[in-house]
């Protein structure tokens, strides 16, 4: 089967400093994965390369087998990605609703608006509010509606809790799961709140310093809690999965700088 989103060696940097090294990451359609690390790890610059909005310095990133070329996201997007950057990327001059038709590539645009709704119940009061007037739950909730709007293969969420309460996290990240399930839509989201996104995970990756350090099932990573902390805390994390009781995680050796 074609993956959804592939990307093999995949390098980035900024003026040269290399900040992602050497990700290989896969995702089928219908999966959830989360990318999980600690600030300045690099995830935010792993998406926007994923997304076509950054250039590689190496490697190759495919979306549904057609490659993405960095620097051209509008080419991402015609190949099925949706990105949903942390500052949401919403025109808060318009309303809910001009913004959700604007995202509308094909079809009805009142069929697909109203299909995406069923998804943000709570935002149909809204319709006619611009989008700078509202909460930032009902701000986060009109960009996934968004990205919903243009039927995406592929969603990419970048931190979706940014700012929100804990409580509003808590009901946003089950949606995601329902997504995933009713659409067969790949999620890719780097996410903080680790418990809540391991529980509506298929899978995850952990990064520090730009690696891959940690990978594994949801349920098993929920289960060793032990290696998963010494991960975000950039102690180096050894192949010793018996020992650990880590089956079916896979660990990296070193989360140098080297």
Same mark, same amino acid.
């Given at each position: %089967?074609?993956?959804?989103? @592939?990307?093999?060696? $995949?390098?980035?940097?900024?003026?040269?400093?290399?900040?992602?090294?050497?990700?290989?990451?896969?995702? &089928?359609?219908? @999966?959830?994965?989360?990318?999980?690390?600690? #600030?300045?790890?690099?995830? /935010? +610059?792993?998406?926007?390369?994923?997304?076509?909005? %950054?250039?590689?310095?190496?490697? /190759?990133?495919?979306?549904?087998?057609?490659?993405?070329?960095?620097?051209?996201?509008?080419?991402?997007? =015609? *190949?099925? $990605?949706?990105?949903?950057?942390?500052? *949401?990327?919403?025109?808060?001059?318009? /309303?809910? =609703?001009? #913004?959700?038709?604007?995202?509308?590539?094909?079809?009805?645009?009142?069929? +697909?608006?109203?299909?995406?709704?069923?998804?943000?119940?709570?935002?149909?009061?809204?319709?006619?509010?611009?989008?700078?007037?509202?909460?930032?739950?009902?701000?986060? !909730?009109?960009?996934?509606?968004?990205?919903?709007?243009?039927?995406?293969?592929?969603?990419?969420?970048?931190? !979706?809790?940014?700012?929100?309460?804990?409580?509003?996290?808590?009901?946003?990240?089950?949606?995601?799961?329902?997504?995933?399930?009713?659409?067969?839509?790949?999620?890719? !989201?780097?996410?903080?709140?680790?418990?809540?996104?391991?529980?509506?995970?298929? *899978?995850?990756?952990?990064?520090?310093?730009?690696?891959?350090?940690?990978?594994?099932?949801?349920?098993?990573?929920?289960? #060793?809690?032990?290696?998963? =902390?010494?991960?975000?805390?950039? &102690? =180096?994390?050894?192949?010793?999965? &018996?020992?650990?009781?880590?089956?079916?995680?896979? +660990?990296?050796?070193? /989360?140098?700088?080297?």
């Amino acid at each position: %089967m074609t993956a959804a989103l @592939e990307c093999e060696q $995949l390098c980035v940097g900024y003026d040269g400093v290399q900040v992602v090294h050497d990700v290989d990451l896969r995702l &089928e359609p219908g @999966e959830v994965v989360s990318v999980l690390g600690p #600030n300045g790890a690099g995830k /935010t +610059t792993m998406l926007l390369a994923l997304a076509g909005v %950054m250039r590689a310095a190496r490697g /190759t990133v495919q979306v549904c087998g057609e490659p993405v070329r960095g620097g051209r996201p509008h080419l991402a997007a =015609r *190949r099925g $990605l949706a990105f949903v950057p942390d500052d *949401r990327g919403l025109f808060f001059e318009l /309303t809910s =609703r001009q #913004n959700l038709r604007l995202a509308v590539r094909r079809g009805d645009a009142r069929a +697909t608006v109203d299909e995406v709704l069923g998804y943000f119940p709570a935002l149909r009061d809204l319709l006619d509010r611009r989008a700078g007037l509202l909460s930032g739950g009902e701000q986060q !909730m009109l960009a996934l509606s968004r990205a919903l709007a243009s039927r995406p293969k592929v969603l990419l969420v970048d931190e !979706m809790s940014m700012g929100l309460a804990p409580v509003i996290v808590q009901r946003l990240l089950p949606v995601v799961r329902r997504i995933a399930d009713d659409l067969g839509t790949a999620v890719l !989201m780097v996410e903080q709140h680790v418990d809540l996104a391991l529980e509506v995970s298929d *899978r995850a990756y952990v990064l520090d310093r730009g690696r891959v350090v940690l990978s594994g099932s949801a349920r098993e990573l929920r289960h #060793n809690r032990e290696l998963l =902390r010494a991960s975000y805390m950039g &102690e =180096r994390v050894y192949e010793r999965l &018996e020992e650990d009781g880590a089956a079916g995680v896979t +660990t990296v050796g070193g /989360t140098g700088d080297a």
